[in-house]
């Protein structure tokens, strides 16, 4: 695994979005795996700023999201269909039809995770994933567990994720309890997986995640096996593993 350290968010961000913006240039129809949360918000940002600029095209990209609430589709302000659109595709040339992310309004989760994972492999997988890292080592939704899930499944969130995703919605009792997110292995078999962390309360988790042992318990230490993993870091949230790099 190699560690990008940034000074701070936008620092962060721009690196980020710098080597996404490589992979569009390399291959203009790449698939990229995207991720929602406040983490990858600034590269967006970035790669949107850039692209008003033309120096980046998106007309051939496709995407495909990590995860969905279960229960919610894009007239929610909270799905993360919703925010895809807010926060990046709306403000970019990628075409609406190429941009994929789990039908939280399918309540057969069965043939929706069927689907999502058939979807993914008519693309040819997935050559880049951004990835955030949630407060107990989720990555997408994948929940620390006592084994890791492959493919595409629905997942119960965990009271930590409920707290801590509240902040989006109005009140705690609005959080979906149940989403629908690629697995472990869907994540694994991406080409190159780019994670963006940022700030002291993700500090514990990082070390954690890329200094402790592999384990389910902490889904996110499975990237340190990844063959091209780039972990993108502010200070902050390197502070507690600031002997490893440099
Ligand atoms: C959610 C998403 C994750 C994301 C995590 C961290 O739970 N499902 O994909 O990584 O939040 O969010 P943030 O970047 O806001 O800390």
């Known amino acids: 695994m190699r560690i990008i350290a940034a000074r701070d968010y936008n620092h962060m961000s721009r690196q980020a979005a710098n080597i996404i913006s490589a992979q569009v240039l390399l291959k203009p129809n790449c698939v990229l795996g995207l991720a929602t949360g406040s983490s990858p918000i600034g590269t967006y940002k970035q790669l949107i700023e850039w692209y008003n600029k033309g120096d980046i095209d998106f007309r051939q990209v496709k995407s ?3 995860d969905e609430y279960v229960g919610l589709d894009y007239t929610s302000n909270q799905s993360y269909i919703y925010f895809m659109r807010s926060n990046f595709f709306d403000h970019i040339n990628i075409d609406p039809a190429n941009t994929n992310v789990p039908c ?3 309540p057969n989760a069965e043939e929706e995770c069927e689907r999502y994972d058939a979807l993914i492999h008519s693309l040819g997988g ?3 994933q951004l990835l955030g890292l949630g407060p107990n080592g989720h990555i997408g939704f994948n929940e620390p567990d006592d084994h890791f899930t492959k493919g595409t499944h629905k997942v119960a969130l965990s009271d930590a994720t409920i707290h801590a995703n509240k902040r989006f919605f109005e009140r705690e009792e609005d959080v979906p309890r149940f989403a629908y997110t690629m697995g472990i292995c869907d ?3 991406a080409e190159r997986v780019v994670m963006v962390v940022s700030g002291e309360s993700k500090a514990g988790i990082v070390r954690e995640a890329f200094l402790g ?3 389910p318990q902490v889904p996110a230490s499975i990237l340190q096996l990844h063959k091209n993993f ?4 502010d200070a902050a949230a390197l502070s507690q593993m600031s002997h490893t790099y440099d």
């Open 213 to 215: 042992p592999v384990t």
């Open 64 to 66: 495909v999201n990590l």
């Open 230 to 233: 780039t972990l993108v870091a």
């Open 187 to 189: 994540i694994m078999q």
């Open 104 to 106: 939280g309004a399918n």
């Open 126 to 128: 997935i050559d880049l």
